[in-house]
């Protein structure tokens, strides 16, 4: 059983560079939604990073057609739908440590680390590509991912290059 997992933060501190989680999206291996939800920030935000995450002061307080819930609950939740199932997804390093949480590493799939999907860099080691990039290539769609990311097709996208 499968479940793709994507997720978008905002920055906080004063710089705005760290990042935390401020969405959350789980699909089905046929690209249904399971999961999609944002998660309330405690922390102030200094940079919503709009232009690519897609989030709003408005979404993080419930004033949005997505419900906002606290990363607590957003952890539950999520631990809840990928108990037991191979999660795949694009740099899912970074998805699981602004979730803070861990799945077991054999039971992931990840498409920026799947060898035929990575570029090799002058050095001979391989490195990712982006998201993107892998869909424009594989399903020659030029609209991908064009300004403001969507959590749920980005997870769809990447579920989509694993079949």
Known sequence: ???ALDCEMVGVGSSGKK??????????YNGSTVL???VKVVEKVTDFRTHVSGIRPADLK???SIAAVTLRQAQE??????????VVGHALKND???LMIDHPK???RDTARFQPYMRKAGTGKFKPRKLRDLVKENFKDDTFQKGIH??????????????
């Open 150 to 163: 969507d959590s749920c097709k980005d997870a769809d996208a990447a579920m989509r290059l694993y079949r």
């Open 19 to 28: 990042s935390v989680l401020a969405r959350v999206s789980l699909t089905s």
């Open 106 to 108: 054999y039971m992931i």
């Open 62 to 64: 419930n004033k949005s």
């Open 1 to 3: 059983n499968y479940v």
């Open 36 to 38: 999609d939800t944002h």
């Open 77 to 86: 939740m999520v631990i809840d739908k990928i108990e037991g199932k191979i």
């Open 96 to 98: 699981f440590k602004c």
